[in-house]
């Protein structure tokens, strides 16, 4: 794991609990210190980086520079559907870099499908048109996800129903 309960990130974020993992990077349930709100803590760390000809200084230079601007284009995106950036920066105490984004509440798509089966028609339809819609939005940006899959979707009621 890349962080325990906790664990401050940023000199604002605290770590609560893991929500989920992937190739190099894994995402917390936190709360933003300052503002007092939950937020997602996504965090991406060196050692799957390293080469022996590099020191820590050089690899996290060269994958914050990388995780910034995957940042900044996340930034862009406006779509109702798509999560929200709040902040992105390095860690250079704990080696870690990290996206703080909005956390929702809600279930992955696996989730609901392992829970209620096969999904009708409809549900299946509506679920892909904001996933497409989202998708849409940060193709024209030049955004590529790169890793769209059942876990990666979030099923949640948003506040207009």
């Known amino acids: 794991m890349l962080a325990q309960t906790g664990e401050q990130i940023g000199g604002r974020y605290q770590i609560d609990s893991l ?20 937020v997602a803590i996504k965090l991406l760390g060196m050692k799957p980086f390293m080469q022996a000809n590099m020191t820590a200084a050089d690899v996290l230079q060269d994958m914050t520079s990388r995780f910034q601007n995957e940042a900044r284009m996340v930034a ?9 950036l709040f902040d992105f920066g390095a860690d250079e105490r ?23 089966g096969k999904l009708d028609v409809y549900d299946a339809a509506h679920i892909l048109k904001y996933a497409l819609e989202s998708l849409r939005e940060a193709h024209a940006q030049g955004v590529i996800h790169r890793d769209i899959k059942p876990e ?9 129903g």
């Open 19 to 38: 929500i989920g993992r992937g190739g190099f990077s894994e995402v917390y349930r936190g709360v933003d210190l300052i503002l007092g709100r939950e």
């Open 76 to 84: 862009q995106l406006r779509d109702p559907s798509t999560v929200t």
């Open 94 to 116: 704990s080696h870690k870099l990290y996206m703080v984004l909005e956390l929702i509440h809600g279930k992955t798509l696996r989730q609901v499908i392992l829970e209620r």
């Open 152 to 160: 990666n979707l979030m099923i949640y009621r948003h506040v207009d």
